[in-house]
């Protein structure tokens, strides 16, 4: 079923899900089912599966070290299908424009099409760790709206190169990111916002807001986008904050913001422990209060981690 079918069936209940990360490649799905499982108390409808990015990495030969381009974290959309079939929930695969050419994509579009895979959250990527600034790939997209138009394509029968229409067409609901501290490359948050629009206007039926740590952030983004004539639902991405390293891995990565009671109750902790405790209570509070305010569903980022999300589901589910 559709995100978004799941959200008008819910009747104004507030949902969970979560998203998760493919394993390492080598490693055994099963560490993922371990860490799904005690997700599933919690009813999730649809749970979002991460693509990477490629990255750079060594290969020693013949005492030199050869660099090759390689994806570290595959099987997204076959983590999606295995999930469908072992728990019965809808799955959300990241499609990214990054690294893929526009055939590729529709070669992928079309796997998750026979899969029975509904849902597809459109994404351009991020660049490459070596590279200063995203590149398409050479027949690829270079801005998710892009993508979001070939999937919408697609779901008319209008494949790259030919208009097919033989009775089975796709029908994707299609998910994009938004940003309630803007997006780093965009010039500003009005600007960041015309370009969600784009996308809302490309034809993406939801949109899935990067991380937050002030709830203030998202309801003013909520509100600019209703402005900028956003009118599909916005989702809240949610994160626990969980070791002191994240203090700095969270900005420089994701390009947010902490606030300063968050800063200072972390630095207190005397460990870990410590902090993944403050982490889950500031959660809790965080999402009380997006509750109240009736969203759609409270998504969070488990980031190869899900002990501290079943910590804070069990207080609100
Ligand atoms: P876009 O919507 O294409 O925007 C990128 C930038 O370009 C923005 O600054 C925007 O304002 C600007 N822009 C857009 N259109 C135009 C235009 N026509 N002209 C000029 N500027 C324009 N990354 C992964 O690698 N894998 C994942 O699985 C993944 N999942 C994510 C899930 C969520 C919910 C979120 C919020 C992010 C996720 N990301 C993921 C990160 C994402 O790929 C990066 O944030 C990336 O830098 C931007 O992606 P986007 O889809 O928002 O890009």
């Not at 270079?142 to 919408?152: D, R």
């Not at 405790?277 to 488990?302: D, F, M, N, R, T």
Request: aromatic fraction near 8%.
């Amino acid at each position: 079923m559709k995100v978004t079918e799941h959200i008008k069936q819910a009747n104004g209940k507030t949902l969970f899900s979560f998203e998760i990360i493919p394993p390492q490649k080598g490693s055994s799905i099963k560490e993922l089912y371990n860490k799904i499982d005690p997700l599933m108390e919690f009813k999730p409808p649809f749970i979002d599966v991460t693509t990477s990015r490629e990255q750079h990495v060594y290969i020693e030969k013949n005492g030199l070290l050869d660099r090759k381009i390689t994806r570290m974290r595959p099987g997204t959309v076959g983590i999606c299908a295995s999930i469908k079939h072992k728990y019965h929930v809808d799955t959300v695969p990241h499609v990214l424009c990054g690294g893929f050419t526009k055939e590729e994509t529709e070669y992928l579009l079309v796997d998750c099409h026979y899969l029975g895979i509904e849902n597809v959250m459109a994404l351009r990527g991020d660049a490459m760790s070596h590279q200063k600034y995203f590149q398409p790939s050479q027949g690829g997209h270079s801005y998710a709206s892009q993508l979001v138009g070939q999937i919408q394509n697609l779901n008319k029968g209008k494949y790259l190169h030919e208009v097919i229409d033989a009775g089975d067409k796709s029908d994707f609901c299609i998910g994009v990111a938004g940003y309630p501290e803007k997006h780093i490359e965009a010039p500003s948050l009005k600007s960041d916002l015309k370009r969600l629009k784009e996308k809302v206007d490309a034809g993406a039926d939801y949109v899935v807001t990067q991380m937050f740590f002030d709830k203030k952030k998202f309801f003013e983004f909520v509100t600019a986008a209703k402005q900028a004539g956003i009118n599909v639902p916005i989702i809240p991405g949610i994160k626990p904050i969980a070791t002191k390293k994240h203090l700095q891995l969270l900005p420089q990565v994701f390009k947010i913001d902490l606030p300063e009671a968050l800063i200072e109750a972390v630095e207190s902790c005397k460990d870990n422990k410590a902090v993944r405790q403050v982490g889950v209570e500031w959660c809790i509070a965080q999402s009380k209060e997006l509750l109240a305010a009736g969203v759609p569903v409270l998504h969070y980022y488990s980031m190869g981690k899900s002990d501290n999300i079943k910590a804070i589901a069990s207080e609100l589910f």
